[in-house]
């Protein structure tokens, strides 16, 4: 899996098609995205049927970070908290609700509940652009840890706890099952 396979979502050109990827890839998405808050029907009918609209891509963080530097509240940037609620100024919720228009968050009324609470999912505050990065990045890791894991694993040349601090910072994803196996093989050899 690579950031290529994800152009069409990325640049708003289109969708997956349901071939582009494996069921290994499929299973390993939907559990990503899991994790940062996306249910796995939401995720299939994003990628494969529907799209991202360009906030989602972006991330809410990101969409605050450039609203206040381009509005010059500097203040906001480092706090982050009662955002939408410190918008004081003359037209500032109103920029503020053009912007998430164009971004394609078009109900006024959505915009100022979902600023206004601050409750975003994981997903949604980080932005999907950032997230499928870190998917391809650390899915590229995945074949060397995996033969670190098979090594750790066969010859337990290192203590149980070291060898899934080792896999851990190496995939994280990994370090579930290591740590099973590790836990299996202690209560075997007792």
């Known amino acids: 899996m690579n950031t290529?396979?994800?152009n069409p979502i990325l640049h708003r050109r289109g969708l997956l098609d349901v071939t582009d990827l494996t069921p290994d890839e499929k299973k390993q998405l939907y559990a990503f995205l899991t994790a940062q808050g996306m249910t796995q029907s939401t995720a299939y009918?994003?990628?494969?049927?529907?799209?991202?609209?360009?906030?989602?891509?972006?991330?809410?963080?990101a969409i605050k970070r450039d609203f206040c530097d381009r509005h010059a509240l500097n203040h906001l940037r480092q706090?982050?908290?009662?955002?939408?609620?410190?918008?004081?100024?003359?037209g500032q919720k109103t920029a503020l609700l053009n912007l998430?228009?164009?971004l394609g968050m078009e109900h006024r009324n959505t915009v100022s509940t979902r600023f206004d609470a601050d409750n975003w999912k994981p997903w949604e505050r980080r932005g999907l652009r950032d997230l499928l990065t870190d998917l391809c990045v650390s899915s590229a890791k995945l074949p060397r840890a995996r033969r670190v894991a098979v090594g750790l694993i066969r010859f337990h040349r290192r203590p149980p706890q070291l060898s899934c601090t080792l896999l851990y910072h190496?995939?994280?994803?990994?370090?579930?099952?290591?740590?099973?196996?590790?836990?299996?093989?202690?209560?075997?050899?007792?």
């Open 4 to 6: 290529q396979t994800f």
């Open 45 to 61: 009918a994003r990628f494969f049927e529907r799209g991202f609209d360009e906030w989602e891509l972006r991330g809410i963080d």
């Open 79 to 90: 706090t982050g908290e009662g955002f939408y609620s410190a918008l004081t100024g003359p």
């Open 170 to 190: 190496s995939s994280p994803c990994l370090y579930s099952k290591l740590k099973t196996h590790n836990d299996t093989f202690r209560q075997n050899s007792q």
């Open 100 to 102: 998430m228009s164009e």
